[in-house]
């Protein structure tokens, strides 16, 4: 099992920075990517950004220029620098790991997550 622990959510104004930070604990030998995904009330979970174990990254056209994810393997924790930050931000923002097994050559992924954290720009 896995499981996540998310920090650093918070309200700052729109041109602000925030830095969350999710640390994972449990069977993290297994896990490949991590990331982060929101949800805005009344809208769909949508991905943010994601880092796999080897430092690959992927990000969203929305936060591209403005958002940062990184990943400290060795602590088990990704973190997220959001930068430039705007209303459109506001959202609970939740920590992703993917849990990786190989059986008889087919790759099984598990999804955890995390309990999110709110996430408020003002205008």
């Known amino acids: 099992q896995v499981q996540l622990v998310e920090s650093g959510g918070g309200l700052v104004q729109s041109g602000g920075s925030l830095r969350l930070s999710c640390a994972a604990s449990g069977s993290t030998s297994e896990i490949n990517t991590m990331g982060w995904y929101r949800q805005a009330p009344g809208k769909q979970r949508e991905l943010v950004a994601t880092?796999?174990?080897?430092?690959?990254?992927n990000y969203a056209d929305s936060v591209k220029g403005r958002f940062t994810i990184s990943r400290d393997n060795a602590k088990n924790t990704v973190y997220l620098q959001m930068n430039s930050l705007k209303p459109e931000d506001t959202a609970v923002y939740y920590c992703n790991a993917d849990e990786e097994h190989i059986v008889a050559g087919l790759t099984f992924a598990y999804a955890h997550w995390g309990q999110g954290t709110q996430v408020t720009v003002s205008s």
């Open positions: 880092a796999n174990r080897g430092g690959s990254t």
